[in-house]
């Protein structure tokens, strides 16, 4: 499975502007509703939110991984949001969050979410990855570094 079977670069950003768990949530989830009309931001941000209410999805190293699962989808929906002053997301470290990898699945499919987070995980777990997106000069470029190094492996 590849990344880019499941993120689209329309589905990316570099510039959220949230200074809270909530708004990076909202803002992730209504970018995914703008891009999919089929789905809405609000029962996204629900599914999200149940979710940290489970422990925060804040992996640490400046990295979240809010996902959920939701009845209505057939496939993998995922999307990527940087933000460059970093927001208190309740991560394992204790330090601000500022790469999210949002991604949703189908209700029923332990095995396909399950396989996405841990390639997602494996992908950010690089110093070098993480600060080369920090530091891409727009939501294209991030696209690119997360295709080209999700290909590498």
Same mark, same amino acid.
């Given at each position: 499975?590849?990344?880019?079977?499941?993120?689209?670069?329309?589905?990316?950003? &570099?510039?959220?502007?949230? %200074? &809270?768990?909530? %708004?990076?949530?909202?803002?992730?989830?209504?970018?995914?509703?703008?891009?999919?009309? &089929?789905?809405?931001?609000?029962?996204?941000?629900?599914?999200?939110?149940?979710?940290?209410?489970? =422990?925060?999805?804040?992996?640490?190293?400046?990295?979240?991984?809010?996902?959920?699962?939701?009845?209505?989808?057939?496939?993998?929906?995922?999307?990527?949001?940087?933000?460059?002053? =970093?927001?208190?997301?309740?991560?394992? &470290?204790?330090?601000?969050?500022?790469?999210?990898?949002?991604?949703?699945?189908?209700?029923? %499919? @332990? =095995?396909?979410?399950?396989?996405?987070?841990?390639?997602?995980?494996?992908?950010?777990?690089?110093?070098?990855?993480?600060?080369?997106?920090?530091? @891409?000069?727009?939501? @294209? =470029?991030?696209?690119?570094?997360?295709?080209?190094?999700?290909?590498?492996?």
């Amino acid at each position: 499975m590849k990344i880019s079977e499941f993120l689209r670069e329309d589905l990316v950003t &570099d510039a959220l502007k949230a %200074s &809270d768990k909530a %708004s990076a949530i909202d803002e992730l989830c209504a970018l995914v509703a703008a891009r999919r009309p &089929d789905l809405s931001a609000t029962v996204l941000a629900e599914v999200l939110s149940e979710r940290e209410k489970l =422990g925060s999805t804040g992996v640490g190293e400046g990295v979240a991984i809010p996902h959920g699962k939701l009845g209505a989808l057939t496939g993998l929906v995922a999307a990527f949001g940087r933000t460059v002053q =970093g927001v208190e997301f309740n991560a394992i &470290d204790g330090r601000p969050t500022h790469l999210f990898f949002v991604l949703f699945a189908p209700e029923n %499919s @332990a =095995g396909i979410h399950l396989k996405a987070l841990a390639r997602i995980s494996r992908l950010f777990k690089s110093a070098a990855f993480r600060s080369a997106i920090l530091e @891409a000069k727009d939501a @294209a =470029g991030i696209y690119k570094l997360i295709a080209d190094e999700d290909a590498r492996y």
